[in-house]
Structure formats: C-alpha cells, structure tokens
C-alpha cells in the first residue's frame, strides 16, 4: 500500500488538518459552554463539589467548599483522617459496637470521615453525641435518623452534617441514662426534647444538604454560645418550630453567635423559626420560602438580622408578614432586608438600618445572588441521591 502523504496534495492535506482542529475547537468550546450552563444552575457551594462525577474518590473536597460563618472545613481532612463505614443500623447508647453509627461519632480519636456501606435506618435510643474533627457523609447512601433520638453536638468544633434524613424523631423520658460520649467516655445524660439536631456551646459547624421534617421539637437548634456556623442547602418541611438560633432571652452569651442561614428550602407547610433568633447575629441568604402560618423570620432579645436575596412567597389566606418581632420595651431593631423578592403580598416591615454587613474573611465569603436564581439553586436542597458513577 503506497504513503498517503507522498500522494495526497498539500492543500488536501492542509485542509484536512484545518477541518480537524476546527471541529475539536468547536467540540470543546461545546463541553466548556455545558460546564458553564450546569454550573449556573448551581448556588456556590455546589458548584464546587457537584459537577465532579468522580466525588466519591474525591470525597474529602467537600470540606474545602463551604462557605459563610463555618469558613472553609479543611480540617475535617487531610492527614490523620481515618475512613470509617457504617455498616450496622443498630444503636448500643453506653457501649458503642463497632459498624454502628455511634461507634464511629464516639468512639475513634482524631479526625473521622463517617459514610454509609448501603441504605439505611437507624433509630437512636439516646441522642448521639458527636465527636469534633467527624464528618457524618450520607452521600451515596439513603440514611435515614429517624423514629428515635437525634444528633447532639456538645462542646465541640469541626462538625460536619451532610446528606442525612431527619424525620420522626421522639424525646425520650427525663430520666438520666448512660450515653458514650467524645473519647469513648461514658456520661449521663438526661432524656433529650426531640430535636434532630442540637447544638450547645460548639463553634465551626456545617450542616448541609439534610432532608429534615416532622420532628417533636425543633429540627435544628444552635444554642448555649454556640457559633459560626453555616446552615446549607437543607430541605426544611412539614414542621412547626423549625429552627431556633439562641438559647433563651436571659443567655446573654448568645450575643457571640454568628450563623449564616443560605440556600435552604423552607416548605411546604412550615410554620414559624426559619429561623427565630435571640441576641447573635443571622446572615439568612438565597433562601426559599414556600409559605408560612405564624411567621418565617422572628426574634427577641435585639438579634442582627441580614436578610439578603431570598424569595418569600406569602400563603393564601394566612400571615403575610415576614417577620416577627417579640415586643420588648427599649429595643431597637437591627434588621434589615436587601434585594429579597417578596410574592403573594408578601412584606418584610420597615429596614431603615444602615450596615449589618457579615465581615466574612476570605474563608467565609461568598457572593449572594439575585433572588430571581434561588428556585433554581434550591431546587436540589435535601439530601442528594448520588451514585458513584456519576455526579450527584
């Protein structure tokens, strides 16, 4: 067979060559502008993690992609870490067996990054006290924390909370018991409110991408100093008192909390506390209400409220405000509402203060959105279903 190139003429060959790189161009202009369209369709934080179809090789790059008060969770991994996969549904509340969920939360020193070897339910007999330096990850898995006792966080820092069903959960007699606690301690603890996930006296947490509903009592609660934390991306629905920010108004050590409250799903059918807040500071952004009874937004005590891009969309025939704002004599209100888009004769109130910015360090910024984008970047909040062979 004779050589094509001794035979083929130049300017064929030059315009074969032409029509190669052209169409390789186009291809890849085509790739990079589908890149581009899927990560408009995603808020900031799922952008960086979301579009990689490799996440669960890459799973530790979830720590570097949060945002707001919680900053940047790195610390969450790197080296030290140690693997841990939940393989038993079952709960032992003062002896922890290993496969169980509590074993790794309690049990194993150092930084843990916990996941799931298969869909499960597991029902918590006793609040489960979570570890600092743990990363609970349900990616991959439908794990549900429901029918029991949910999550407390005492005392301790570098928590995350990511793509876990909350639903159900019970309080549980006043009586005090045994529990593991951080360390593998043994500690008692008395009977637990019903909260899916409680926060006292813990600083850099971040809850994210969690279904919670129908809860006892609250379905998050940041309390007791608690601070910097981030709430992300969380479906909130078919609830009362959603979310509480402050333990109660005489716990004046509140007044150091800071908690960014961002891309979360409120609805249908919630209430009230999305969220209420007593004397810190909420930076409640590119959120989504479908809808109230009592109120979406309140607080006591002379909390800092930003309320920044997010779409309220008023029910029919109910409260159209917002806001509420327990009366208190002497108080002046430091709230304020920037770029929200209010639906179905909606209102925020009056937002004559000036300032009320975050101070976000470059760890925590992030850029908040028009509100014209918040159904589209909330459209996946919750848990994710993902497969390992896709993206999520």
């Given at each position: ?6 035979n ?16 390789s ?7 990079a502008g589908?890149l ?8 900031s ?5 979301r ?11 979830l720590?570097s992609?949060?945002v707001?008060?919680?900053g940047?969770m ?12 939940v393989?038993?549904a ?22 843990v990054?916990?996941?799931f070897a ?10 489960l ?11 991959g898995?439908v ?9 407390v ?15 159900h ?7 005090v ?8 301690k ?24 969690n279904t919670?509903?129908t809860g ?11 601070t ?13 008192k ?12 509140d007044?150091?909390m800071r ?5 979360n799903?409120?609805?249908?059918n ?5 969220p ?24 006591s ?8 891009g ?5 029910p ?9 704002r327990?009366a208190?004599?002497g108080e ?10 209010f ?10 203060i ?5 101070g ?18 909330t459209?996946?909040?919750?848990a ?9």
């Amino acid at each position: 067979m004779e050589n094509m190139a001794t035979n083929t003429p130049p300017i064929l060959i030059l315009t074969l060559f032409v029509l190669l790189c052209t169409t390789s161009f186009s291809v890849s202009l085509a790739a990079a502008g589908m890149l581009q369209r899927q990560g408009s369709s995603m808020n900031s934080i799922d952008r960086c993690w979301r579009r990689d179809t490799r996440w669960a090789a890459n799973r530790q790059q979830l720590a570097s992609c949060s945002v707001g008060f919680a900053g940047k969770m790195i610390n969450n991994g790197g080296r030290g870490l140690r693997w841990y996969v939940v393989t038993d549904a079952g709960d032992s509340p003062a002896s922890p067996q290993p496969g169980t969920l509590r074993y790794g939360a309690t049990m194993i020193a150092g930084k843990v990054w916990i996941t799931f070897a298969r869909d499960m339910q597991i029902k918590l007999e006793r609040p489960l006290l979570v570890s600092s330096f743990t990363t609970i990850d349900g990616r991959g898995a439908v794990v549900q924390i429901a029918g029991g006792c949910g999550f407390v966080l005492d005392k301790v820092h570098d928590v995350i909370i990511h793509g876990l069903h909350f639903h159900h959960n019970r309080a549980t007699p006043a009586a005090v018991g045994p529990v593991a606690a951080p360390g593998g301690k043994t500690k008692d603890l008395w009977g637990a409110d019903g909260d899916a996930i409680r926060l006292i006296s813990s600083s850099k947490i971040w809850i994210d991408h969690n279904t919670l509903f129908t809860g006892e009592d609250g379905l998050i609660d940041v309390t007791r100093g608690s601070t910097d934390i981030t709430i992300s991306n969380n479906w909130f629905r078919d609830h009362d008192k959603v979310m509480l920010l402050g333990h109660d108004d005489g716990f004046s050590e509140d007044r150091r909390m800071r908690v960014t409250v961002a891309f979360n799903r409120f609805g249908p059918n919630c209430n009230q506390r999305m969220p209420r807040i007593r004397h810190g500071y909420a930076h409640v952004a590119n959120n989504l209400y479908e809808g109230w009874k009592i109120y979406a937004i309140g607080g006591s005590m002379n909390p800092k409220v930003k309320s920044e891009g997010n779409l309220f969309i008023a029910p029919p025939n109910q409260n159209k405000a917002v806001t509420w704002r327990e009366a208190a004599g002497g108080e002046q209100w430091r709230w304020k509402s920037v770029n929200d888009v209010f639906e179905n004769g909606a209102f925020f109130g009056k937002t004559e203060i000036k300032g009320l910015n975050p101070g976000y360090d470059l760890w925590q910024r992030f850029t908040v959105g028009k509100a014209s984008s918040v159904r589209l970047w909330t459209k996946f909040a919750g848990a994710l279903r993902c497969s390992s062979r896709t993206r999520c």
